[in-house]
């Protein structure tokens, strides 16, 4: 069987995501109600039923955790249409990919950090990602999904780092 790599269609600038895996861990569908969110460049995010103001992605080798380990952070403000404990209650995925399309597997979990504004339902995530070790400088794709309990509401994010 032919390995897929990862393929952006020339339909994401229509609000489309069609993203092939070695082992169809990604598979982000457009919904009637999916959105795109503001990222930085290199970095894709589509959502539905949640929007976002603003986004940041950085990488992070200062985390005590796993000291071995290099880390996606990823600040997402004004996150909106869920609440605090949705996000708590909702599942964390995330897989990453070499250059030649290959899954790593990780035993490490994704580390965030969640904060909530009385009343207006405004959320702060703070997440940590491990993608590779520090020492290693080789890029590799990162596919991060949230999914609130009923599975209505999603987060996916893809960026190259």
């Known amino acids: 069987m032919k390995k897929y790599f990862f393929f952006f269609s020339a339909f994401f600038f ?68 869920t609440s605090q404990m949705e996000i708590l209650g909702g599942t964390h995925s995330f897989w990453v990919f070499d250059k030649a399309g290959k899954q790593i597997i990780f035993k490490e979990k994704v580390l965030y950090n969640v904060k909530a504004e009385m009343g207006n339902n405004v959320v702060k995530l703070i997440l940590k990602i491990p993608f590779r070790l520090k020492t290693d400088k080789n890029l590799y794709t990162v596919h991060y999904r949230w999914e609130n309990k009923d599975k209505r509401k999603y987060m996916d994010l893809l960026t190259v780092k």
Not at 20 to 35: E, F, G, S, V, W
């Open 14 to 81: 229509f609000k489309s995501i069609n993203i092939y895996a070695q082992n169809n861990a990604i598979l982000p569908t457009k919904l009637a109600t999916t959105t795109l969110l503001k990222t930085p460049a290199g970095t894709t995010a589509q959502a539905n039923g949640v929007n976002c103001s603003t986004m940041i992605v950085t990488v992070d080798t200062s985390i005590r955790v796993s000291p071995k380990h290099a880390y996606l952070s990823v600040d997402i403000t004004g996150f909106t249409g």
